[in-house]
């Protein structure tokens, strides 16, 4: 893994970018104070060519069925580019571009470009999976890793959802959609008019996360960290809800994090 950082800033926000840790974004600071849980595995990392568990690693494409590696057993889970060194395309103060071309175990040829941009208030990040070759399902999105503790202020969770995906005992939907049940979550909730859940830290800060995607899985069982990550379909959507990719239309998403102190 290579330790290549790059940092973005705009007024007192500084944000780290690490290319060789599966381009995620390794830090975000505001006014000094980190919004992210640290470590290898964490920070925020881009979820492609799938998002959350795939079923027993095996999605179809036509006829043809594919099995992907079994990194949450029994199940394939977020994509391997979080596993991957990304190329650094472009950097200027506020802006890093990273790309990663797929290879295997996945069985098609195509490039992911990440954008990550920074302003005083507010980072976007946006994706995209364009292909010149075949065809072929994929799902997008991020999975950051919120601190649940601010300058020694919890965090809440704000968010309306149109429904929840039902969970069965395996982690994966059962396909039947329920009125959103309350916490804790390892759920995915559908947002028909787009993401948006605010995170606030009482009397610290306030966090909006937004997306015009439609999905969004939140995750506050673990102690340390809270995860919302908009996405462009459910877990085990390669097989159930996919997205084409095609050589005329990529595969496109975003997500911005805008903040304000309290």
């Known amino acids: 893994m290579s330790n290549e950082e790059i940092t973005l800033s705009a007024g007192d926000a500084r944000v780290t970018v690490r290319p060789g840790n599966g381009g ?17 595995r964490y920070g925020c990392f881009p979820m492609v060519p799938w998002c959350g568990r795939v079923r ?3 999605f179809r ?7 992907m590696p079994l990194n949450s057993p029994p199940h394939a889970i977020h994509g391997f580019a979080r596993d991957a060194p990304w190329a650094t395309a472009r950097v200027t103060e506020t802006e890093a571009v990273l790309t990663y071309d797929l290879t295997d ?15 005083a208030d507010a980072l ?3 994706m995209a999976v364009e292909t010149y070759d075949s065809s072929f399902p994929a799902q997008l999105g991020w999975h950051p890793w919120f601190n649940r503790t601010v300058e020694a202020s919890a965090v809440e969770i704000g968010f309306d959802a149109a429904w929840q995906e039902e969970r069965g005992a395996d982690h994966l939907p059962t396909g039947k959609r329920i009125d959103p049940l309350p916490g804790p979550w390892d759920d995915c909730f559908g947002m028909p008019d787009g993401v948006d859940v605010t995170l606030t830290w ?7 996360v937004t997306s015009p995607e439609q999905w969004a899985v939140i995750y506050d069982e673990q102690e340390a960290a809270v995860c919302v990550e908009p996405q462009t379909g459910p877990p085990d959507g390669l097989n159930t809800l996919p997205r084409l990719v095609t050589p005329l239309e990529p595969l496109e998403a975003t997500t911005t994090w805008r903040w304000r102190r309290l």
Do not use: F, I, N
Not at 203 to 208: D, P, S, T
């Open 24 to 40: 995620r974004v390794g830090s975000l600071r505001v006014g000094g104070v980190e919004l992210l849980r640290q470590g290898d």
């Open 61 to 67: 494409d036509g006829a043809t069925v594919h099995q």
């Open 202 to 208: 009482p009397q610290r800060l306030e966090l909006k």
């Open 105 to 119: 175990p996945w069985p098609y040829t195509g490039r992911v470009t990440q954008q990550v941009a920074l302003a």
């Open 124 to 126: 976007t990040l946006t």
């Open 56 to 58: 027993d690693g095996r």
